[in-house]
Nanobody
Framework: QVHVVESGGGLVQAGGSLRLSCAAS????????MSWYRQAPGKQRDLVAN???????NYADSVKGRFTISRDNGKNTVYLQMNSLKPEDTAVYYC?????????????WGQGTQVTVSS
């Protein structure tokens, strides 16, 4: 069993900052990629950023230059530092952890954390 738990969401004014954390625990052998997604009301869930085991990082164009993803492999934790927040960043942010498996990468989701940016 694998558990993924996000924390750090909240309400912030435009231009402010928040730091999200996501910790994976349980039956973990090795983690491949760790990702942050977000879903606004009435919209699909979109990738915000991800980082693989080698440290390669991808960002959505909408967050480049404002958000920074990082990971602590010893703690099985990924972070998302969000600066210069905009009202359009308001969404539920979900963490996804991809575990290496002999057949395929197994994906596990957290329960989500709400981020609300007021104008």
């Amino acid at each position: 069993q694998v558990h993924v738990v996000e924390s750090g969401g909240g309400l912030v004014q435009a231009g402010g900052s928040l730091r999200l954390s996501c910790a994976a625990s349980g039956n973990i052998f090795s983690i491949n990629v760790m990702s942050w997604y977000r879903q606004a009301p009435g919209k699909q869930r979109d990738l915000v950023a991800n980082i693989n085991s080698g440290g390669r990082i991808n960002y959505a164009d909408s967050v480049k230059g404002r958000f920074t993803i990082s990971r602590d492999n010893g703690k099985n934790t990924v972070y998302l530092q969000m600066n210069s927040l905009k009202p359009e960043d308001t969404a539920v942010y979900y963490c996804n952890v991809g575990l290496n498996h002999p057949i395929a990468i197994m994906n596990y989701w957290g329960q989500g954390t709400q981020v609300t940016v007021s104008s």
